[in-house]
Nanobody, 122 residues
Framework: QVQLAESGGGLVQAGGSLRLSCAAS????????MAWFRQAPGKAREFVAL????????GYADSVKGRFTISKDNAKNTVHLQMNSLKPEDAAVYYC???????????????WGQGTQVTVSS
């Protein structure tokens, strides 16, 4: 079992930045891919970014490429999502997830955090 806890959400003006964090606890010795997904009101949850266990591989949704950066600190069992140049359409609940395989498919992810709200004012 892996427990995930997100933090860092909040209210920011368009063009601003936020840094989300996801702390993992429990069975953290296993090699998990970590990912961020988001869900806006009335919309389906969507993939945002992922990073391999080693950190050598990363991937991003087209909508966030060049603006968001995912990183991890294995020593602290923490994953970060640096979000720059935020747009109103980035507003959503952001979820951290863990999975053994390197995949953007959310149905494959077995461990999820509770989510953190990101609000972007125009």
């Amino acid at each position: 079992q892996v427990q995930l806890a997100e933090s860092g959400g909040g209210l920011v003006q368009a063009g601003g930045s936020l840094r989300l964090s996801c702390a993992a606890s429990g069975r953290t010795r296993s090699r998990y891919t970590m990912a961020w997904f988001r869900q806006a009101p009335g919309k389906a949850r969507e993939f945002v970014a992922l990073i391999s266990w080693s950190g050598a591989s990363t991937g991003y949704a087209d909508s966030v490429k060049g603006r968001f950066t995912i990183s991890k600190d294995n020593a602290k069992n923490t994953v970060h999502l640096q979000m720059n140049s935020l747009k109103p359409e980035d507003a959503a609940v952001y979820y951290c997830a863990a999975e053994g395989r390197y995949t953007t498919e959310q149905t494959m992810y077995g461990y999820w955090g509770q989510g953190t709200q990101v609000t972007v004012s125009s």
